[in-house]
């Protein structure tokens, strides 16, 4: 995605054309500077194999430092009803009934002021009313990230980091009621964890 654009969305080909237009129309304004690619599928940047995403929003850093201050705070409520409607098509109206996990459909990525990418995964079985709630908060992190760092919210969150990397992960958690840090080296311990557990389990029952 070129830099040089406010918003970005990248999506899987096979995600109909529909949905994706219902969401450039939302958001499009007069000034504002958007660009709309579809991909392969399975067709990833090196961050976002990690946890991918079907449909990847990119706030770019000229969304904040110029086009917010021209068009105003009222843009990002039209960002945020076009990514509510958004969960609504792909997730239905009550998503609450969906499995709890991690969403693979839809993300937003951005870069700090330090240079690190940032992306924001969203999770899957909570309601509209939480989905709301995040991107609220999501945009209270951004536009404060940008008004106040190095002394910003993010900024401080993503200092406990255990191991320094160029690329960040936040996740909304409904328990926790905000974003939250996702320590790569933490999750790489859960994981070869429960591949341990699931080893020790199958040589169990074969050894019956």
């Known amino acids: 995605m070129n830099i040089e654009f406010h918003i970005g969305l990248s999506h899987q080909e096979d995600v109909p054309e529909e949905i994706m237009s219902e969401l450039i129309d939302t958001i499009s304004v007069d000034g504002l500077a958007l660009r709309s690619e579809p991909r ?6 090196a961050m976002e194999w990690a946890i ?32 509510l ?16 996990a991690r969403s693979v459909i839809f993300s937003i990525m951005t870069r700090m002021l330090d240079g690190r990418s940032v992306k924001f995964v969203f999770p899957e079985g909570v309601t509209i009313e939480e989905y709301e709630k995040s991107l609220d908060l999501l945009g209270e992190l951004l536009s404060t ?5 190095p002394d910003d919210q993010m900024s401080k969150l993503v200092s406990t980091l255990k191991t320094p990397s160029h690329s960040v992960y936040l996740e909304y958690s409904s328990n926790e009621g905000g974003w939250i840090l996702i320590d790569p080296s933490v999750e790489a311990q859960k994981a070869r ?10 040589n169990k029952d074969s050894s019956c």
């Open 85 to 100: 409607q958004l969960f609504k098509r792909i997730l239905g109206e009550k998503p609450e009934n969906r499995q709890t």
């Open 193 to 202: 964890k429960a591949q341990e557990e699931h080893n020790n389990q199958v």
């Open 52 to 83: 991918p995403s079907i449909i990847i929003a990119y706030l770019f850093k000229p969304y904040f430092e110029a086009f917010l201050k021209e068009a105003g705070k009222d843009h990002y409520q039209l960002l945020k009803k076009g990514f």
């Open 40 to 45: 392969e599928i399975g067709i990833y940047g």
């Open 145 to 149: 990230h940008y008004e106040t760092y």
